[in-house]
């Protein structure tokens, strides 16, 4: 079985080992520093022995769709181009670089962030189909706003070839691979989800049709892309609230056929993720983030965003409980991946709560001879440790000595402020504490191998 260390092929892209950072907000925009921030925030992983790096999720159009504050756009083939100075940093290191794609659809900023939507009040949201009941509710109560456009027939083809034109961009500037955001609450996870997807049209009514949005962004990036290889989040949305408040959501079985038919349409490798019907915490899982929720340097733009005190406070007791019921829980797709893994050939990518090297090899296979997936990928850890793969590559713990912990608490200070717009950081003085110790340590220094950070 494989281990940590060992390279990977996935559509034909060597991949020179199983480690991946998974995709984070870098909040990097669309500025004139763009370019440069992006750098900063990737390239460390990559000069830490990182395989596999997915750029956080990009949105395929020039307005609307955008889930949280700092996203980048990838609409524009001028800019795209500008990105081959991060792909060039990148593959100086030997690492590999995907692009997530995405639209917010119904999860975006229109629907949800306050001041946004004083400032940008022609904009609608994208809608697969008219929003749930549970979601009118909440736009009734006052929590969100809903405006939207459903997609006529031909709209939803030209949704997907946006996909397309924003893959064949990312090719030219020298990325290795694309990433669909198939979940989070994402328009893909919504043409997929029965919760959202009620068209009667060829993208909706039954299992395969609400799969056929990514039989046609397939077709798109193939056209426009070519050869380059794609993956996607597969989700369940076996979180979700029980019914009767959710009756329609994609089962455990369903996510399983999700991913057979990709591997059949064509797709290089799956991310099988557990997640909600809505935009929750059963998607980072961990702690109440009170110090980002006290932090006073924050409480402008909270306030911005959820349109003032009262609503912030409930949001934030919203967050309080939803931590009590998704609290830290080691690798909690595993069992997901596992049963993916055994109806698939193609590369199964495992994320969500993996946290110790030995964790790692025992998901490889490379302890027990039983693998549930082919890579392991972390997403928060990095915002702790930048330069973690560092410490997780070419250790003693497959061999049975001393184990590797990350030092990421699962706390959550650091994804919460991202709503004002802040960056993703690590906001934990213990965990910086801890950091910088291994930094005087030397303990994020490689050996052998790789380019050095050009400062």
């Known amino acids: 079985m494989a281990t940590l260390e060992d390279p990977i092929d996935i559509g034909g892209c060597r991949v020179p080992n199983r480690l991946y950072r998974a995709p984070l907000l870098e909040c990097a925009g669309n500025g004139p520093d763009a370019v440069e921030t992006l750098i900063e925030d990737l390239e460390p992983a990559a000069a830490s022995g990182v395989g596999l790096l997915c750029q956080g999720a990009t949105i395929v159009r020039g307005e609307g769709g955008c889930a949280a504050p700092g996203m980048t756009r990838v609409h524009d083939p001028d800019f795209v181009a500008e ?16 692009l997530q794609l995405e639209h917010g659809g119904l999860r975006s900023m229109e629907t949800w962030h306050a001041e946004y939507r004083r400032e940008h009040p022609g904009l609608e949201q994208l809608a697969v189909s008219e929003p749930p009941w549970q979601l009118r509710a909440l736009d009734r109560a006052g929590f969100l706003s809903y405006e939207p456009h459903v997609l006529e027939t031909e709209e939803v083809y030209e949704l997907a070839a946006d996909f397309g034109r924003a893959a064949g961009y990312a090719a030219e500037a020298g990325y290795d691979g694309i990433h669909l955001a198939g979940a989070n609450m994402g328009i893909v996870q919504q043409f997929l989800s029965p919760f959202y997807n009620q068209r009667d049209d060829e993208f909706g009514g039954s299992p395969e049709a609400r799969l056929r949005f990514l039989v046609v962004v397939y077709e798109e990036i193939r056209e426009h892309a070519g050869e ?46 557990r997640t909600s019907v809505v935009w929750d915490m059963s998607i980072v899982r961990g702690k109440y983030p009170d110090r980002a929720w006290e932090n ?41 991946c596992r049963r993916v893994r055994e109806q698939v050939s193609i590369p199964v990518l495992a994320e969500g709560g993996i946290r110790k090297r030995r964790e790692m090899d025992r998901l490889l296979g490379s302890e027990t001879g039983s693998a549930a997936c082919e890579m392991v990928g972390m997403a928060r850890p990095f915002y702790a440790e930048p330069r973690l793969g560092a410490r997780l590559l070419e250790t003693e713990s497959a061999s049975g000595g001393e184990d590797v912990r990350v030092l990421c608490e699962s706390c959550n200070n650091c994804t919460v402020p991202q709503v004002t717009g802040a960056p ?32």
Request: charged content about 30%; aromatic content about 6%; proline content about 7%.
């Open 83 to 98: 990105l081959s100075r991060l792909t060039d940093r990148i593959h100086d290191h030997g690492s590999k670089l995907f």
């Open 228 to 273: 380059l290889p794609v993956m996607a989040k597969v989700p369940v949305e076996t979180p979700a609230p029980p019914a009767p408040i959710v009756r329609r959501k994609l089962s455990l079985e369903d996510g399983i056929e999700i991913a057979r038919r990709l591997e059949k349409i064509g797709y290089d490798a799956v991310v099988p993720v």
């Open 296 to 336: 006073e340097a924050l409480q402008e733009g909270y306030d911005a965003a959820f349109g003032g005190t009262v609503r912030k406070r409930l949001v934030a007791l919203g967050n309080r409980l939803q931590s009590l019921q998704y609290d830290t829980e080691p690798a909690w797709n595993e069992a997901f």
């Open 424 to 455: 993703g950081i690590c906001r934990t003085p213990s965990v910086l504490r801890r950091r910088g110790e291994l930094e005087r340590e030397g303990a994020y220094e490689r050996e052998t191998g790789g380019q050095p950070l050009r400062r």
